[in-house]
């Protein structure tokens, strides 16, 4: 993916207009529209701001991994764009299933247990 389609990317997740990432860059729209369309590749200073921005690292900014994951955060504590690892996001995914199985299984077994309990006790064991 080139640089400019992931900018633009971010921008899209975060529901921003290129006139409102151009005013925050100080520059003119027509100029970060360039950046945008992969005609131009922004200096330092402007991977710097569009980062600091995002909230993100430039090293995830200009990451040309594939493998990534966007997710966009909308509760009122964090406000951002998470970009991560798509295969640690999976595993993440599967250990909470995991969990989640683990938890219901102990369920089952407890109310098994309780059952038994309770006969036990209306048999005046």
């Known amino acids: 993916m ?18 409102v990432v ?5 520059m003119a729209q027509s100029n970060y529209h360039m950046i945008e369309s992969d005609k131009t590749q922004p200096k330092l200073d402007i991977l710097e701001k569009l980062a600091s921005f995002y909230k993100i690292s430039i090293a995830d900014l200009i990451s040309p991994d594939k493998n990534t994951v966007h997710i966009q955060n909308n509760n ?7 970009i ?18 683990a ?17 036990k006790k209306s048999k005046g064991e």
């Open 22 to 26: 151009a005013d925050y860059l100080e």
């Open 76 to 82: 009122h504590n964090h406000n951002g764009v998470v």
């Open 84 to 101: 991560g690892d798509a295969e640690l996001f999976q595993l993440c995914i599967k250990s909470k299933e995991d969990i989640i199985k």
């Open 103 to 119: 938890k219901d299984e102990m369920i089952v077994h407890l109310e098994r247990e309780l059952e038994n309990e309770r006969k």
């Open 2 to 19: 080139q640089l400019g389609t992931r900018i633009r990317q971010l921008r899209e997740v975060k529901g921003f207009s290129q006139q």
